[in-house]
T-cell receptor
Framework: NAGVTQTPKFRVLKTGQSMTLLCAQDMNHEYMYWYRQDPGMGLRLIHYSVGEGTTAKGEVPDGYNVSRLKKQNFLLGLESAAPSQTSVYFC??????????????FGPGTRLTVL | EDQVTQSPEALRLQEGESSSLNCSYTVSGLRGLFWYRQDPGKGPEFLFTLYSAGEEKEKERLKATLTKKESFLHITAPKPEDSATYLCAVQAATSGTYKYIFGTGTRLKVLA
């Protein structure tokens, strides 16, 4: 099993450009999450999904959009990148979250720089 | 307000020098507490889940414990390969939903 994979690993954008980050998991998990990690701050939840076709806002959703068209994939989009979105982005997945305590498993991250 | 605080921010140990990392939390409706290890340039790697006060879990040189207010990650006779950032997170029940709250981590450096 590959677990959680993310593409790309690195990306440099200019202000105003758009891009999509792809997350894939092969553990048949229902829940998927997108976080950003910045120096001196804990992981902050951007958006999450509780199943195929569903999405919901997390703690810092502004400037991002997501889609979950297939159970195994969760896409994070930046429509018009800003320097404040320079960060490391992590995707995670878990079996469920509502009915029991579930461990999140993380991908390797995408390092994004917006100039 | 739900909060997770980890201390110290950074810790340097000599190889073999045992110590503990602290994770204190203030949350309503704790569902579980998680410990992760994160190496530079990598994603967090799951270590332990603790569900209730008094619970302990061990893995090699690591032992995690949980009380009603905090968790400790004890590192016994550490080796240089234990150098990493250790993250603590809690799953809390808030307003009918469950959310995860992460601490900022403890950067551990073990010197040979």
């Amino acid at each position: 099993n590959a677990g959680v994979t993310q593409t790309p690993k690195f990306r440099v954008l200019k202000t105003g450009q758009s891009m999509t980050l792809l997350c894939a998991q092969d553990m048949n998990h229902e829940y998927m999450y997108w976080y950003r990690q910045d120096p001196g701050m804990g992981l902050r939840l951007i958006h999450y999904s509780v199943g195929e076709g569903t999405t919901a806002k997390g703690e810092v959703p502004d400037g991002y959009n997501v889609s979950r068209l297939k159970k195994q994939n969760f896409l994070l989009g930046l429509e018009s990148a800003a320097p404040s979105q320079t960060s490391v982005y992590f995707c995670a997945s878990s079996y469920s979250s509502q009915d029991r305590t579930d461990t999140q498993y993380f991908g390797p991250g995408t390092r994004l720089t917006v100039l | 307000e739900d909060q997770v605080t980890q201390s110290p921010e950074a810790l340097r140990l000599q190889e073999g020098e045992s110590s503990s990392l602290n994770c204190s939390y203030t949350v309503s409706g704790l569902r579980g507490l998680f410990w992760y290890r994160q190496d530079p340039g990598k994603g967090p790697e799951f270590l332990f889940t603790l569900y209730s006060a008094g619970e302990e879990k061990e893995k090699e040189r690591l032992k995690a414990t949980l009380t009603k207010k905090e968790s400790f990650l004890h590192i016994t006779a550490p080796k240089p390969e234990d150098s990493a950032t250790y993250l603590c997170a809690v799953q809390a029940a808030t307003s009918g939903t469950y959310k995860y709250i992460f601490g900022t981590g403890t950067r551990l450096k073990v010197l040979a």
